[in-house]
């Protein structure tokens, strides 16, 4: 009786879920970035100083610029924490903002008119993205509960 209460639309959304966030877009986000892979030394692209450098401006940058700015708005006064948030969480929400296809994307597009730095730049783009997420993931998963707060 509890199954029929939920409409079939809602169950199928939640079903193709999972397939859709984690296989689907990432495949979509890939095929449409224009990266060429024939003929490439993956290794070598990865290891590029331009790819190196995207995929670190992803992953640190973001970071650090984020958790900075969040320390240095809270102790200024000029906001805080959510409540039952804790700096740890803010690290990880931090590094997982680092998943950043679009605008990097764009980005890249601009500053690069090469096709060889252009893809370098792709690659690094990926590679961040996927690091920012995993150090993201794991920096959340380890993260201790918030205190309650008593008031």
Same mark, same amino acid.
């Given at each position: 009786m509890a199954r029929e209460s939920v409409a079939p639309l809602d169950r199928l959304e939640r079903a193709i879920h999972p397939w859709s966030s984690f296989l689907v877009v990432p495949l979509f986000a890939l095929a449409n970035s224009g990266v060429?892979?024939?003929g490439t030394d993956l290794v070598g692209a990865v290891t590029h100083p331009v +790819? &190196?450098?995207t995929a670190l401006g992803l992953l640190? %940058?973001?970071l650090v610029g984020i958790s900075a700015f969040t320390w240095l708005a809270v102790r200024l006064g000029w906001g805080r924490l959510p409540k039952h948030t804790t700096w740890h969480h803010l690290v990880g929400v931090a +590094?997982? +903002? %680092?998943?950043g296809f679009t605008v990097a994307l764009f980005i890249a597009? &601009? +500053?690069?008119? %090469? $096709?060889v730095l252009a893809d370098r730049a792709k690659l690094g783009i990926f590679a961040g993205s996927l690091l920012a997420g995993i150090a993201g993931y794991l920096i959340l998963r380890?993260? $201790?509960p918030a205190p309650d707060e008593e008031a």
């Open positions: 060429r892979f024939t +790819a &190196l450098g640190v %940058g973001k +590094a997982v +903002a %680092g998943i597009g &601009l +500053a690069f008119t %090469g $096709p380890s993260s $201790p």
